[in-house]
């Protein structure tokens, strides 16, 4: 973030991955990362190599889900913090060869920023050059450690792919991952039964391998 961002001094003090943003009427979204930093901004990184995955659309809804939640019952709007939603695509996705794309409301007719606290940055994960952002992202596409420019990736890069304990947990990591797309998929199963009305709420529960509760919490999702 700090090469990303372009701001050396950025201090990244709370970090958690995979964050469920629910929303209770409409679509809900899973983050990749969310950061807090020391000035409070909120910072989502989500690392994308479909380029469908990146979409505009996307950025934006993923901005105004965080805003969403990002405030007390009651509290005034200026306590709304910055917010940043970072794309890092294998691709250049937004096609014109440059290594960053920050996007900013701003006044048309002036060209100013509007200055809400909201920004999006798209980061070209293709691109190569021999400058700190480029250097970062040959090393997102390097899987020898030792072909690596900066140090601490190379250092991670080291303890997950050789040590016996990095080891361990990147297949812990990697059985989650594989949990969390079955249920997923089951999930999208049970909705298609619901949406049949055939089917009782437990025999539905005893083929997607959910609870009734689950399942019912489902239903009444869908009748909303």
Same mark, same amino acid.
């Given at each position: 973030? $700090?090469?990303?961002?372009?701001?050396?001094?950025?201090?990244?003090?709370?970090?958690?991955? $995979?964050?469920?943003?629910?929303?209770?009427?409409?679509?809900?979204?899973?983050?990749?990362?969310?950061?807090?930093?020391?000035?409070?901004?909120?910072?989502?990184?989500?690392? $994308?190599?479909?380029?469908?995955?990146?979409?505009? #659309?996307?950025?934006?809804?993923?901005?105004?889900?965080?805003?969403?939640?990002?405030?007390?019952?009651?509290?005034?709007?200026?306590?709304?913090?910055?917010?940043?939603?970072?794309?890092?695509?294998?691709?250049?996705?937004?096609?014109?060869?440059?290594?960053?794309?920050?996007?900013?409301?701003?006044?048309?007719?002036?060209?100013?920023?509007?200055?809400?606290?909201?920004?999006?940055?798209?980061?070209?994960?293709?691109?190569?050059?021999?400058?700190?952002?480029?250097?970062?992202?040959?090393?997102?596409?390097?899987?020898?450690?030792?072909?690596?420019?900066?140090?601490?990736?190379?250092?991670?890069?080291?303890?997950?792919?050789?040590?016996?304990?990095?080891?361990?947990?990147?297949?812990?990591?990697?059985?989650?991952?594989?949990?969390?797309?079955?249920?997923?998929?089951?999930?999208?199963?049970?909705? #298609?039964?619901?949406?049949?009305?055939?089917?009782?709420?437990?025999?539905?529960?005893?083929?997607?391998?959910?609870?009734?509760?689950?399942?019912? #919490?489902?239903?009444?999702? $869908?009748?909303?």
């Amino acid at each position: 973030m $700090q090469i990303v961002l372009e701001k050396p001094d950025l201090r990244v003090l709370d970090v958690r991955t $995979q964050v469920f943003v629910e929303n209770l009427l409409n679509r809900s979204v899973r983050l990749d990362i969310l950061a807090t930093d020391s000035t409070g901004a909120k910072l989502n990184v989500e690392g $994308q190599r479909s380029d469908k995955g990146a979409g505009r #659309k996307r950025a934006r809804y993923n901005s105004s889900m965080m805003d969403a939640n990002l405030l007390k019952k009651g509290e005034d709007f200026d306590k709304l913090p910055e917010t940043w939603v970072i794309f890092i695509t294998e691709n250049d996705v937004m096609g014109k060869g440059l290594p960053l794309y920050p996007i900013e409301r701003c006044f048309l007719g002036t060209g100013e920023r509007f200055e809400d606290g909201s920004h999006i940055l798209y980061v070209n994960g293709a691109y190569r050059g021999d400058t700190p952002i480029g250097k970062l992202m040959h090393d997102f596409s390097c899987t020898d450690a030792a072909d690596m420019y900066y140090g601490t990736l190379a250092d991670r890069v080291r303890f997950f792919k050789e040590s016996k304990e990095g080891i361990e947990i990147m297949c812990r990591a990697m059985e989650d991952m594989r949990n969390q797309t079955l249920k997923e998929g089951m999930i999208n199963v049970a909705k #298609k039964m619901l949406e049949d009305g055939t089917i009782t709420l437990e025999k539905i529960a005893e083929f997607v391998g959910l609870s009734v509760d689950e399942v019912r #919490k489902l239903k009444t999702d $869908q009748n909303m």
